[in-house]
């Protein structure tokens, strides 16, 4: 069988994590890397075996797929050009840092016969393919609580510069607006009250998010929030009922009146199983291959991008975003 030449823009960490799934997949060459640090891209190459590229453009007309998984604002460009060379593609969130360029790749993958696939990884985490099932069994949801907190946004030193993130909530955060939707459904309108203390943007969000079901949720996120674990919590509200999240290493559900409660646990998986990274690239794969559907689609990529503008937009004007 002939293997999908990959290629891999963006040699960072993230990078590499799918680099080496992807090398242990029999269906895939990882065939050339390319990294504006050329120290990175060599290291990378002589782990997976692959070329170097000296562009992007090089890299783009030498493989069949290719990983973006430079920072955020570099994203839309590549997308668009990856797209108009007929390529499938695997980009990781955000797909884009504006609403406009979401909306201009979100077009250009609707005319493009090729994958393109968005990387919200913790669509695939078990922790929270196992909330998704609870959420079916269990029934509709009442109101639910999420936060998502860093420590700082020191390390690495791009994290804190919005030139290069976006602004602090397209870094991470954006995960927790795209589970939002992925759990509970649209989300009709925003409220959000944001503010700035460490870093030269708003970096502190209170959100409440109102859904086309009637569910009601809040987020909280904070950039300088200190390192105590779980940075990442989803308490769901049901009727008699309590679902939490402990990062992706455990769920808990409780129900009845007497506080009964069970724990079921992800700490025996790997890392990239754990946070769904092994999923998602077999996912990408497999719809290349086998034409299976499209995991997480540019629509997704684009709605996710949409609830953060928002976000910034209720903040800004102190008013409710309303999205249709």
Same mark, same amino acid.
């Given at each position: 069988?002939? !293997?999908?030449?990959?290629?891999?823009?963006?040699?960072?960490?993230?990078?590499?994590?799918?680099?080496?799934?992807?090398? !242990?997949?029999?269906?895939?060459?990882?065939?050339?890397?390319?990294?504006?640090?050329?120290?990175?891209?060599?290291?990378?190459?002589?782990?997976?075996?692959? $070329?170097?590229?000296?562009?992007?453009?090089?890299?783009?007309?030498?493989?069949?797929?290719?990983?973006?998984?430079?920072?955020?604002? !570099?994203?839309?460009?590549?997308?668009?050009?990856?797209?108009?060379?007929?390529?499938?593609?695997?980009?990781?969130?955000?797909?884009?840092?504006?609403?406009?360029?979401?909306?201009?790749?979100?077009?250009?993958?609707?005319? $493009?016969?090729?994958?393109?696939?968005?990387?919200?990884?913790?669509?695939?985490?078990?922790?929270?393919?196992?909330?998704?099932?609870?959420?079916?069994?269990?029934?509709?949801?009442?109101?639910?609580?999420? !936060?998502?907190?860093?420590?700082?946004?020191?390390?690495?030193?791009?994290?804190?510069?919005?030139?290069?993130?976006?602004?602090?909530?397209?870094?991470?955060?954006?995960?927790?607006?795209?589970?939002?939707?992925?759990?509970?459904?649209?989300?009709?309108?925003?409220?959000?009250?944001?503010?700035?203390?460490?870093?030269?943007?708003?970096?502190?969000?209170?959100?409440?998010?109102?859904?086309?079901?009637?569910?009601?949720?809040?987020?909280?996120?904070?950039?300088?929030?200190?390192?105590?674990?779980?940075?990442?919590?989803v308490e769901v509200f049901c009727h008699h009922a309590t679902i939490t999240s402990r990062e992706m290493e455990s769920i808990s559900y409780s129900e009845g009146l007497d506080g009964r409660h069970s724990t079921r646990s992800m700490q025996q998986l790997s890392r990239e199983e754990k946070w769904g990274?092994?999923?998602?690239?077999?996912?990408?794969?497999? $719809?290349?291959?086998?034409?299976?559907?499209?995991?997480?689609?540019?629509?997704?990529?684009?709605?996710?991008?949409?609830?953060?503008?928002?976000?910034?937009?209720?903040?800004?004007?102190?008013?409710?975003?309303?999205?249709?």
């Amino acid at each position: 069988m002939k !293997k999908l030449k990959v290629g891999i823009i963006g040699a960072g960490y993230i990078g590499g994590v799918h680099a080496a799934l992807l090398a !242990k997949d029999e269906r895939v060459s990882v065939a050339m890397v390319h990294d504006v640090a050329v120290e990175r891209a060599e290291q990378l190459a002589h782990s997976t075996g692959a $070329s170097i590229a000296s562009s992007a453009e090089d890299l783009i007309g030498g493989v069949d797929a290719l990983y973006i998984t430079t920072p955020n604002t !570099k994203h839309t460009a590549i997308a668009l050009a990856a797209i108009d060379a007929g390529k499938s593609v695997f980009c990781e969130k955000p797909m884009a840092t504006s609403i406009e360029d979401a909306r201009t790749v979100l077009e250009a993958a609707a005319r $493009s016969g090729a994958v393109f696939q968005v990387g919200h990884n913790r669509r695939f985490a078990p922790v929270y393919a196992t909330l998704k099932e609870m959420l079916r069994e269990s029934g509709p949801a009442h109101s639910a609580h999420v !936060k998502m907190n860093r420590g700082e946004l020191i390390n690495p030193a791009w994290v804190g510069d919005p030139a290069i993130t976006g602004g602090f909530l397209y870094e991470t955060t954006i995960h927790m607006f795209d589970m939002m939707r992925f759990l509970f459904g649209e989300i009709r309108g925003i409220d959000a009250v944001g503010s700035s203390h460490e870093y030269p943007e708003t970096d502190d969000f209170s959100v409440l998010l109102r859904f086309d079901s009637g569910m009601h949720g809040t987020l909280a996120s904070s950039a300088d929030a200190s390192w105590l674990f779980p940075f990442e919590r989803v308490e769901v509200f049901c009727h008699h009922a309590t679902i939490t999240s402990r990062e992706m290493e455990s769920i808990s559900y409780s129900e009845g009146l007497d506080g009964r409660h069970s724990t079921r646990s992800m700490q025996q998986l790997s890392r990239e199983e754990k946070w769904g990274y092994a999923q998602e690239d077999r996912a990408f794969v497999d $719809s290349i291959v086998d034409g299976a559907a499209v995991a997480v689609t540019a629509l997704d990529g684009f709605k996710s991008v949409e609830l953060v503008d928002a976000c910034y937009q209720a903040v800004q004007t102190g008013e409710r975003t309303h999205l249709n």
